[in-house]
T-cell receptor, first 114, second 109 residues
Framework: DAGVIQSPRHEVTEMGQEVTLRCKPI?????LFWYRQTMMRGLELLIY????????DSGMPEDRFSAKMPNASFSTLKIQPSEPRDSAVYFC????????????FGEGSRLTVL | GIQVEQSPPDLILQEGANSTLRCNFS?????LQWFHQNPWGQLINLFY???GTKQNGRLSATTVATERYSLLYISSSQTTDSGVYFC???????????FGSGTRLLVRP
């Protein structure tokens, strides 16, 4: 049974470039979350989707960040333009049975913005 | 908002030893989960345990919701248990899991 799949695993880019991170949740899960992890701030929830609909994006740091979920099996997190302070590990996670279900994380996408 | 405190912050064990990790939370919760982040950065769900006791191999967890704490027991520790252990809670059936700052465990061979 495949887990949450994220790509790319590693991304190095230059300031100002567009970054797109991708996520495929576990089949049958109806809730999807994007988290960011840094040493300074720990794990932060960026945005939460339920049944493909964005429910809360209050954790998105600023307008440079956007997320979409066009269908139940795919989501993207886009940063445009990227800045060095966006460097972090971005995790996608999914759960079944609503937002308080057991949470399963992908392996993360490590982003470095030079 | 709800506060989540984990202790100890750091722990070093010799392989084969047992340990107990603690998670205290400041208010009633509807959801508590334990995660292990291994040295490669992968976050693995260990337990979904808003109350009661569960066991999975050498690991077990107990949550006493009325006293606002949860314990994670690791028995016969192995080097592969190294990493950071997080507890996360939410209240009022919201979706915003609040993560503790973690317990960093190092198991030496």
């Amino acid at each position: 049974d495949a887990g949450v799949i994220q790509s790319p695993r590693h991304e190095v880019t230059e300031m100002g470039q567009e970054v797109t991170l991708r996520c495929k949740p576990i089949s049958g899960h109806n809730s999807l979350f994007w988290y960011r992890q840094t040493m300074m701030r720990g794990l932060e929830l960026l945005i939460y989707f339920n049944n493909n609909v964005p429910i809360d994006d209050s954790g998105m740091p600023e307008d440079r960040f956007s997320a979409k979920m066009p269908n139940a099996s795919f989501s993207t997190l886009k940063i445009q333009p990227s800045e060095p302070r966006d460097s972090a590990v971005y995790f996608c996670a999914s759960s079944f049975g609503g937002p308080t279900g057991e949470l399963f994380f992908g392996e993360g996408s490590r982003l470095t913005v030079l | 908002g709800i506060q989540v405190e984990q202790s100890p912050p750091d722990l070093i064990l010799q392989e084969g030893a047992n340990s107990t990790l603690r998670c205290n939370f400041s208010d009633s919760v509807n959801n508590l989960q334990w995660f292990h982040q291994n040295p490669w950065g992968q976050l693995i769900n260990l337990f979904y345990i808003p109350s009661g006791t569960k066991q999975n191999g050498r690991l077990s967890a107990t949550t006493v919701a009325t006293e606002r704490y949860s314990l994670l027991y690791i028995s016969s520790s192995q080097t592969t248990d190294s990493g950071v252990y997080f507890c996360a809670v939410d209240r009022d059936s919201s979706y915003k899991l609040i993560f503790g700052s973690g317990t960093r465990l190092l198991v030496r061979p």
